[in-house]
């Protein structure tokens, strides 16, 4: 794709045969993977998981990937060539090793037949204690007795359980075991770790996490840095706020240190809430601990002076025991991240250097691409995007290599922003970088796009998405639909999605929401009703996305008794997850003024504050309409009541207050001075341009008739 796309309006015939030829030269063809080589491990979705990956034990199995905290914080490694340093990820000599493994098991390696995955006996008894739950707890303690697991064999069970999605037997089993004392099971902080890991993991658990935390607690085991990061991110998982600052209180009250994996749960914890200004402070607050523990490393930094013969046999007796604590430091790194050392690895870890505990503590502390892209992903949704690519630029300048992740943070950054000149720029930069972009960074672009009334070069952006080999999905399409339907081309919308159902991509309800608005756009009421009914005969259920475009489509068609009609229909809707929300009532009392129906409009407005609802500014204005169109003067002074005990932005309130000003001029008396001001002030600036257009209009219309009058 170029940084500098087209600038010409495309017609319809031009959109349709660019997607139809599009789509004929993708059909038949297979979107293939790159084969996997020494440097390119398959994803985990292809690959077995083996027993005992999930944290650091004992097993010699390969450690497919980092897991423990940085499973569940959700971390990622950086890419290669990024500021971190080497010791404190894998190596490429251990991914040819582990993809060496996974061809033995596959049998495609050198070596014959297909080889059994390791701990085949722990895999056939995790499947027996799943297939014999109806069978009772006894069933289960019979098993685990006969077994005669050490403690390194319950951990890879534990494993394994995980590995068939059976937290709840997992659980279920250690309790069965420490309920009997038995010394493998009780006592290990590895093996509760492990269980608050499977339930933060799994949807709606993270409070079953929390649990098996306190578990730990009441039994007399020592949390470490491990535990309290799965208990952090399991807090911030289930939004218990007060309970996360509590665990960071232990934590510090315990001597436990915060590492990188800390400030990942407490980052993600607040993408969860939407607490854009705490992840800014604890961002802040990593950087200044790795600043001084950088300090830290460099005032302990040995001098270079040149050394005499006794200084060098020093240094030649200390080696032996630098080697020995190095081997230490290394399995501590590795309990840390969660990932277990192989065999083959140890001989190439002792001949480098081993790094002073200072060095440790700033690599552990230092941001990396994915505290860097949690905090753009907490500033964007926020709604803050100018300082979400304040974090991208500060992470370009500190070294840090962004991956396709961040890059597509900042170009959804950048449609939040409405700036799709620098979400394309962002784009091309990724390219640049040898960042491949994924479907995710094209729909990013084609929203950016679509947001700031770009359609052809929405279109431009999945074209070269399909030259690339990569097929459009739903969101493609519905975000394409979307565009063409803002710009009021509501045919070529009608033609995308035609094409989309022959590309073989199912439509859903996004679909029918994108529809129903490119209808509005073009005042078609009834074809917005008549894609809302098709899409119900064809078992897509509505929204209340979908609800409320319709709605608003009607009563911007003036038909506010059949939004009427739709929104009891949708108060009928059985669906647990449709209701009327702020925007249904103000798309409804919207219609209802337009119709001028004031007495109606007044009514939905009390429905909607009897259920809970708060007006906003939209809704004031178009109940102060129906006020004036309905002589309701002194329920419009009960209205600014209202709006002042609301607590509504200055922007809401002039709005408001402005046309006050224009319909109710007595009411002035009842605003605040400040806010008068401002309403008077929006209302001069009006009244100055439409004098300005007058006058412009004016000497437009005197100098066309000196042009008449001239010979």
Not at 439 to 456: F, H, K
């Amino acid at each position: 794709m170029q940084a500098n796309p087209p600038k010409t309006r495309m017609s319809l015939q031009t959109t349709c045969l660019s997607m139809e030829s599009s789509v004929q030269a993708t059909e038949g063809c297979s979107a293939t993977k790159p084969a996997a080589t020494a440097d390119h491990v398959q994803p985990l979705a292809a690959r077995p998981r083996w027993a005992g990956e999930q944290l650091g034990t004992s097993s010699g199995a390969p450690s497919i990937r980092t897991a423990g905290a940085a499973v569940v914080a959700g971390t990622r490694q950086p890419p290669r060539g990024g500021s971190q340093p080497s010791f404190l990820y894998k190596t490429r000599q251990r991914r040819r090793q582990e993809q060496q493994q996974y061809q033995h098991w596959q049998g495609q390696g050198p070596g014959g037949p297909g080889l059994q995955p390791p701990d085949a006996r722990l895999a056939r008894l995790a499947r027996e204690l799943v297939a014999g739950i109806p069978q009772g707890g006894e069933h289960m303690r019979q098993l685990l007795l006969e077994a005669q697991l050490s403690n390194a064999e319950a951990r890879q069970l534990l494993s394994c359980l995980g590995r068939f999605d059976a937290a709840d037997v997992a659980l279920a089993a250690f309790r069965c075991m420490c309920e009997q004392g038995h010394p493998a099971w009780t006592g290990d902080p590895v093996l509760y770790t492990k269980l608050m890991q499977m339930f933060s993991q799994r949807s709606g658990s993270a409070a079953v996490a929390l649990e098996v935390f306190e578990e730990m607690q009441r039994d007399g085991v020592a949390p470490d840095l491990v535990a309290y990061n799965c208990a952090l991110t399991a807090a911030g998982k289930a939004n218990k706020w007060s309970r996360l600052h509590s665990l960071l209180a232990c934590m510090e009250a315990a001597g436990v240190e915060r590492d990188a994996f800390t400030y990942t749960s407490l980052l993600h914890a607040c993408q969860h809430s939407g607490r854009w200004q705490q992840a800014v402070d604890w961002f802040a607050e990593m950087e200044a601990a790795a600043a001084a523990a950088r300090a830290a490393t460099a005032a302990a930094a040995p001098e270079v002076t040149a050394a005499d013969d006794s200084v060098a046999a020093a240094e030649i007796t200390a080696a032996a025991q630098q080697q020995q604590a190095q081997g230490q430091l290394q399995e501590r790194l590795r309990h840390q991240l969660h990932e277990r050392p192989l065999e083959e690895d140890r001989g190439s870890e002792a001949c480098q250097e081993a790094p002073s505990p200072a060095a440790v503590a700033a690599a552990r502390l230092a941001p990396n691409v994915v505290h860097y892209t949690t905090l753009m992903s907490v500033l964007q949704r926020a709604g803050r995007w100018e300082q979400a690519m304040e974090a991208f630029e500060k992470m370009e300048a500190a070294g840090v290599v962004a991956d396709v992740q961040a890059y597509n943070v900042a170009i959804t950054a950048c449609a939040k922003g409405l700036d799709w000149e620098k979400a394309w720029a962002v784009f091309a930069a990724m390219r640049r970088a040898g960042v491949e972009p994924s479907i995710i960074s094209y729909n990013a672009l084609v929203s950016a796009c679509e947001r700031c009334g770009q359609a052809d070069r929405a279109l431009e952006v999945v074209r070269n998405m399909r030259r690339k080999g990569l097929t459009p999905n739903a969101v493609s399409y519905n975000t394409l639909i979307s565009a063409f339907g803002k710009a009021g081309r509501y045919q070529e919308a009608v033609r995308l999605h035609q094409l989309m159902g022959e590309a073989g991509v199912p439509d859903d309800v996004f679909t029918l929401s994108s529809l129903i608005r490119a209808s509005e756009k073009g005042g078609r009421w009834r074809q917005a009703k008549l894609h809302f009914d098709d899409f119900q005969q064809r078992g897509v259920a509505p929204n209340t996305v979908a609800y409320n475009a319709l709605i608003s489509a009607l009563g911007s068609s003036g038909r506010w008794q059949m939004a009427l009609e739709v929104f009891q229909a949708m108060r009928e809707d059985p669906h647990p997850s449709v209701a009327p929300d702020i925007v249904t009532y103000g798309s409804l009392i919207a219609a209802l003024e337009r119709g001028g129906q004031w007495h109606r409009a007044l009514e939905v407005y009390d429905q909607m504050q009897a259920e809970g609802w708060k007006a906003n500014g939209y809704i004031i204005t178009s109940l102060l309409n129906a006020c004036e169109k309905g002589g309701q003067w002194e329920k419009a002074r009960e209205l600014f009541g209202v709006m002042q005990n609301l607590g509504m932005d200055m922007d809401s309130m002039t709005m408001v207050a402005r046309k006050a000003v224009y319909a109710f001029p007595w009411l002035i008396s009842t605003l605040p001075a400040p806010l008068v001001k401002a309403a008077q002030a929006a209302v001069e600036s009006g009244r100055a341009a439409r004098r300005w257009i007058s006058k412009a209009n004016s000497d437009l219309l005197a100098k066309a008739e000196e042009n008449v009058k001239r010979p």
